[in-house]
């Protein structure tokens, strides 16, 4: 399988997840010939969701016209891109050359806005499951879903296993443990708490709790 050069392409926008982007980057840029660029509606700076950090456009979504791998991550910027006819139309292009077309979290609702993902298989965040499913997908409650050359990953860790689950389709499985091992991807979290189902109810209320004080915080930091 052809692996030089391999073009990944990551689109970011205002109020994106760090997470989401960076977990997946660190594996794809590790693969043989991997060139990545971030993509933005302009070159320059776009912050995260938290509004405390940013990552450096080094193109604008109208100097990049193909890609081989396009990873397009979750975060609240999301909501709106559903709406934004420019990069729906943007990713539909780019989606035509691609050998793989990835999302991140609520990166899948973008892809299904385009049209990308009507009646497949897909995953998101647990909590834009609803939002998911109105933009014409099937909600999947797995952390990685293929459907043909499109794979959405859940909430935002769950970029990293795409990431390896596409490394080791592109490269082969020796190279995708290798790039595990370099990140020393070695997942032993301290509870058992990482979806709604081992969570519990209680557990999500004191998530919707920080959920709502980060988006005042973040609201007041930009006003």
């Known amino acids: 399988m052809r692996l030089n050069p391999l073009h990944v392409v990551i689109p970011i926008f205002p109020e994106f997840t760090a997470l989401d982007a960076i977990g997946p980057y660190e594996v794809l840029r590790m693969l043989p010939g991997a060139e990545v660029t ?4 302009s070159r320059g700076v776009v912050r995260t969701d938290s509004g405390m950090v940013g990552l450096h456009a080094d193109a604008a979504l ?15 910027g999301t909501r ?69 050359k499109i794979i959405t990953a859940a909430g935002v860790s ?16 020796d190279v995708a443990k290798a790039v595990q091992l370099a990140i020393e991807y070695d997942p032993q979290p301290p509870y058992n708490a990482g979806s709604p189902a081992k969570a519990g109810a209680e557990i999500i209320a004191v998530n919707a ?3 709502d004080r980060r988006t005042a915080t973040t609201a007041a930091a930009s006003g």
């Open 62 to 76: 109208d100097e990049v016209g193909s890609a081989d791998i396009l990873l397009v991550p979750g975060g609240w």
């Open 38 to 41: 971030f993509v933005a509606g």
């Open 158 to 173: 769950s970029g990293i296993d795409m990431a390896l689950t596409l490394a080791g389709l592109i490269a082969g499985d």
């Open 80 to 148: 709106a891109l559903t709406r934004d006819e420019g990069m729906l139309t943007w990713v539909r292009a780019i989606h035509e050359t691609t050998r793989w077309t990835t999302s991140v979290c609520t990166g899948s609702l973008v892809l299904a806005a385009a049209g990308l993902l009507d009646g497949m298989d897909a995953t998101t965040h647990w909590g834009a499951v609803e939002t998911l499913e109105k933009l014409g997908a099937r909600y999947t409650a797995e952390r990685v879903v293929r459907q043909g």
């Open 209 to 211: 709790t920080l959920r």
